[in-house]
């Protein structure tokens, strides 16, 4: 029996487990389903196969798509003659994924040190913030540590490889 059937409780279980992390990071829990069986499959996967597979809707699998093609985590595909689009998983999404929290992180830091800069040097909330803005600074330091380990990694697999040039006739 192959490994990655649609009952396969291993397979359902990381799916499942994959939505409830990406649900936990706030967004929507379908989409993490999602994520969940483009990386357990591997497979380039069509529009109406994500639907009928996770058994949602075929709106949810709109919404939750187009979440990740703008998070950079999934890639869109057509094929020669067929009518429906088809998704993998973008090249390298943990990098993207690591790179996105680098940038909200950068973000919160800035916000920070603009109210440090409006504060009088004696404000009690001074030492705090300073605090607050060391820990967003090692947290954006930690992240550089992964993004550096993943681009020197030779083993680590990141991504999808590209369709075969015959069933892919558009990348979006």
Known sequence: MPDNLPFDPVRADF???TG???QAEGLPRIAGRVFGMLIY???VVSFGDLATKLQVSR???ST???ILEERGLV???TKLGERQDFFQLAPNPYATMLEGIQNRNRAIQNDIAETIARLPDDTDALDRLMAHANFYASLDA???VALSELDTSKNAITG???ASPKDQTNDN
Do not use: F, M, N, Y
Request: aromatic share 0%.
């Open 15 to 17: 799916i499942e487990k």
């Open 20 to 22: 409830l992390v990406t």
């Open 41 to 43: 499959d591997g497979d």
């Open 59 to 61: 709106a949810s699998i």
């Open 64 to 66: 939750s798509i187009r």
């Open 75 to 77: 890639k869109r595909l």
């Open 142 to 144: 930690a992240v550089a």
């Open 160 to 162: 999808q490889p590209p």
